[in-house]
C-alpha cells in the first residue's frame, strides 16, 4: 500500500488559511497534479490578491503576485514571455468573478495557454465576509446584513457557465470539495486543466465550490455541509466546455 | 540604420526594439496610435516578438508587469486618461522593483479633455502617479531623434535601478515627422535578471509588493528611497542656452523649449538677454543645477504646456531667491512665441 506523504511541491513555511477552510485542500490537488505531471519544478504561479494572496509562500515554484483581479493579465504577459513554462493563477471569487471580470473574460477569449483555478466560496474572505458576485440570494454578509436580495443586487454571476460561452477556452468545468468522491474528481477535473495546456490548447478555467467557516459563521462540518446543500443547487458541478 | 524621415510615435517604437524591447502590450489612443501600430507589425514578425492589444489601459500595464517579471524588456503606451488606468500598475511595478517602459505621449485634460498636444500629465509623471511612497524616472524628449535616444536609455536606466520609467513626451513630439537615426543598442546582456520568475528547475523566485509587517514594509520603503537618492546623485539630465550672461531664465521643456528657443532668439535681436534652462529629466528634476544656472539672472519665466505644473518645480529649485512668472497654454493650445516673447518682455521690465 503506498504512504501517505507531504506533497514535494508545498513548503514547509505555515498556512494562515483559517481551520476549515478548504484551500488546503485545492492548495494540496494543484500541488499533487503537479508533481504527477512533472512540472512542478518548473511552473509559475501568478497569486491573486485575497485569501491566498500569499499562496507564493506555500507552493514551492516561482510565484509572482498580481493587483486586484489581474492574475490574468499579469499570466499573459508571463506566458508569452516563457511559452514552455507552465503558468497558472489560483483567484477567488472577489478577484476573478468581480474586479478582475474584464481580465477573466479576455484572457478565455484570447485563449491564452494557461490555467486558472478559481475558487469560489461565495464570499470575501480576507476582508471580513463582504458580499461577492458569487454570493447566494438570501444570503447573509457584512454588506448583504439582511440577505443578498434580488432586489438590491440581483442574484449570483456563473463563471463556469458565462465562460463556456465564449469561442477561446479549451477546457472549463465545475468541481466541489465539500466530500471525498468531490475532492477526488476535482483533482481529475484540474490534472485535465494543466494537461490541455501541456499539449498547448489553450486556456483552462477550474471553478472549485469551496468553504469559508470563518465568515459564513458555522462550523468546517457544517460548512461542507452547506456547499452541499445550498451551492450545488445554484453552481451545478459538470465539464461545461473541452475541446477534442 | 541611416537618417530617415520618421514620425515621433514610430521612432519611439523602433527605437525600443533596437534597445531589445520584443515585447509590447497596448491600448489604443490617440494621439500614440502610430506607436501601438508600428509595435503590432513589427513585432508580430519577430520570431521572438510579443505583441498583444490588451483589452483595456489596466490590462495592458498587468500584462507588463508579468513580462517585466518573467524577465523581458517590456514597453507600453498611452496617453493622459490611458496612464491615469496604468497608475494602478505602475504602482506595483515600483513595489514589485519590475523594469518597465511606459510611454505617455499627452494630450490636453482633465478627463476626457481633448487629442491635441499638452503637458498637463507632468504632476501625475513626476509624483510616483499612483498609490504609496515611490517615484518613476521621467525623461522628456524635445525632438524626434532625443526621443529615439532617451527611450533607448530609459530601457538600461528600468533594468539598472529595477524601475519602471517614463518617457514623457507631448503630442506633438509624438506627432511630428523629422529625421532621426536609430542605431543597434541593446544592452540588455549587461543586466543579469537572477531575481526574475522564469519556472526554472527548483527556483523558488518570489515577486510580490504585498508586506503585511509593518516593519518589513517600513524597511521595503526605505530601501526604495535608498534607490530614489541614487537615482537623483546620478541621472539628473538637463541642457542650458544662452545662459551665461542672461538676466532672465526660461524653464521649458519638451516642444515648449524649442518655441523658448525663438522667443529667445528674437528677444535677444531686441537686446534683452534671455537665456534657457530645458530639464531633460523631469524626476529626478535638476534643483540644484536649475538654482546654479539662474544665480546672475534677474529673474526665471516658465513656459508650459499646461496651466502650471512644472512651475512649482522651479520656484522649489529657487527657493524664493528669483521672481518667478509663467506663460503657458493648456488644452490642446500650443504657446506661440509671441506670446512667450511678451512673457520676456514683460520680466525684463520688472526690478
Same mark, same amino acid.
Not at chain 1, 17 to 22: E, R
Given at each position: 500500500m503506498p504512504n501517505f506523504n507531504k506533497t514535494k511541491? @508545498?513548503?514547509?513555511v505555515t498556512m494562515h488559511?483559517?481551520?476549515?477552510? %478548504?484551500h488546503g485542500i485545492i492548495h494540496r490537488l494543484v500541488a499533487e497534479v503537479l508533481e504527477e505531471l512533472n512540472i512542478n519544478d518548473n511552473a509559475i504561479l501568478v497569486a491573486p490578491v485575497g485569501?491566498?494572496?500569499?499562496?507564493y509562500n506555500y507552493f514551492k515554484c516561482d510565484g509572482i503576485e498580481a493587483a486586484h483581479g489581474r492574475a490574468p493579465a499579469v499570466a499573459t504577459g508571463v506566458k508569452r514571455v516563457h511559452p514552455n513554462k507552465v503558468v497558472f493563477t489560483y483567484q477567488g471569487d472577489g478577484d476573478l468573478?468581480?474586479?478582475g471580470m474584464a481580465e477573466t473574460v479576455h484572457v478565455a477569449s484570447r485563449n491564452e495557454n494557461v490555467t486558472t483555478i478559481f475558487v469560489n466560496?461565495? @464570499?470575501?474572505?480576507?476582508?471580513?465576509?463582504q458580499m461577492a458576485p458569487? %454570493?447566494?440570494?438570501g444570503q447573509v454578509t457584512t454588506t448583504s446584513p439582511?440577505?443578498?436580495a434580488s432586489k438590491n443586487e440581483s442574484g449570483p454571476i456563473h463563471i463556469a457557465e458565462m465562460i463556456s460561452t465564449?469561442?477561446?477556452?479549451?477546457y472549463v468545468a465545475r468541481v466541489s470539495v465539500h466530500d471525498v468522491p468531490n475532492i477526488k474528481k476535482a483533482k481529475e477535473a484540474i490534472k485535465k486543466a494543466f494537461q490541455y495546456q501541456l499539449d498547448g490548447k489553450g486556456y483552462s478555467l477550474v471553478e472549485v465550490l469551496s468553504t469559508c467557516p470563518t465568515n459564513w459563521g458555522m462550523s468546517p462540518v457544517d460548512a461542507l455541509k452547506w456547499v452541499k446543500d445550498n451551492m450545488l443547487n445554484v453552481f451545478p458541478l459538470g465539464v461545461y466546455k473541452e475541446e477534442k | 540604420m541611416e537618417k530617415k524621415l520618421m514620425k515621433g510615435n514610430v521612432a519611439i517604437a523602433e527605437a525600443a526594439i533596437h534597445a531589445g524591447c520584443k515585447c509590447f502590450f497596448g491600448y489604443p489612443i490617440t494621439p500614440q496610435n502610430e506607436l501601438i501600430e508600428h509595435m503590432s507589425k513589427r513585432l508580430l514578425k519577430l520570431e521572438d516578438g510579443v505583441f498583444v492589444q490588451s483589452e483595456s489601459e489596466v490590462a495592458a500595464i498587468n500584462m507588463v508587469f508579468g513580462a517585466a517579471g518573467a524577465g523581458a524588456r517590456v514597453m507600453t503606451s498611452s496617453s493622459g486618461p490611458g496612464l491615469s488606468l496604468k497608475q494602478e500598475g505602475i504602482s506595483f511595478l515600483a513595489g514589485a522593483e519590475l523594469p518597465a517602459v511606459i510611454v505617455n505621449v499627452m494630450r490636453g485634460g482633465?478627463?476626457?479633455?481633448?487629442i491635441q498636444p499638452a503637458q498637463s500629465d507632468y504632476f501625475q509623471a513626476t509624483r510616483?502617479?499612483?498609490?504609496g511612497d515611490y517615484y518613476t524616472m521621467v525623461y522628456a524628449p524635445a525632438n524626434v531623434q532625443e526621443a529615439v535616444d532617451l527611450v533607448q536609455k530609459a530601457f538600461d536606466k528600468a533594468d539598472e535601478y529595477r524601475n519602471p520609467v517614463i518617457i514623457l513626451a507631448d503630442g506633438v513630439i509624438g506627432q511630428m515627422m523629422e529625421p532621426a537615426e536609430i542605431k543597434?543598442?541593446?544592452?540588455?546582456?549587461?543586466?543579469?535578471?537572477?531575481?526574475?520568475?522564469?519556472?526554472?528547475?527548483g527556483s523558488h523566485n518570489i515577486l510580490r509588493?504585498?508586506?503585511?509587517?509593518p516593519h518589513e514594509l517600513n524597511i521595503h520603503n526605505k530601501n526604495l528611497t535608498k534607490k530614489y537618492e541614487k537615482i537623483e546623485a546620478n541621472e539628473i539630465m538637463f541642457e542650458t542656452a544662452f545662459?551665461?550672461?542672461?538676466d532672465i531664465m526660461i524653464v521649458a521643456y519638451g516642444t515648449t523649449s524649442r518655441i523658448a528657443r525663438s522667443a529667445i532668439r528674437e528677444a535677444r535681436e531686441k537686446g534683452i538677454k534671455v537665456g534657457l534652462f530645458r530639464p531633460i529629466t523631469l524626476w529626478p528634476f535638476p534643483l540644484k543645477e536649475l538654482k546654479e544656472a539662474a544665480k546672475n539672472t534677474k529673474n526665471v519665466v516658465v513656459a508650459e504646456m499646461?496651466?502650471?505644473?512644472?512651475i512649482y518645480d522651479v520656484k522649489l529649485a529657487l527657493e524664493g531667491s528669483k521672481p518667478v512668472s509663467f506663460v503657458g497654454e493648456a488644452g490642446g493650445i500650443i504657446p506661440t512665441t509671441k506670446q512667450i516673447l511678451e512673457a520676456i518682455e514683460l520680466a525684463s521690465k520688472e526690478e
Open positions: 511541491m @508545498i513548503t514547509d488559511y483559517c481551520p476549515g477552510c %478548504t485569501c491566498s494572496v500569499i499562496a468573478a468581480s474586479i466560496n461565495a @464570499i470575501y474572505g480576507m476582508t471580513g465576509g458569487t %454570493t447566494l440570494v439582511y440577505g443578498r465564449i469561442q477561446g477556452p479549451a | 482633465p478627463g476626457l479633455g481633448g510616483g502617479g499612483g498609490h543597434d543598442n541593446d544592452n540588455s546582456a549587461n543586466y543579469k535578471k537572477d531575481w526574475a520568475v522564469t519556472g526554472k528547475e509588493s504585498l508586506y503585511l509587517d545662459i551665461d550672461d542672461a499646461s496651466s502650471g505644473q512644472m
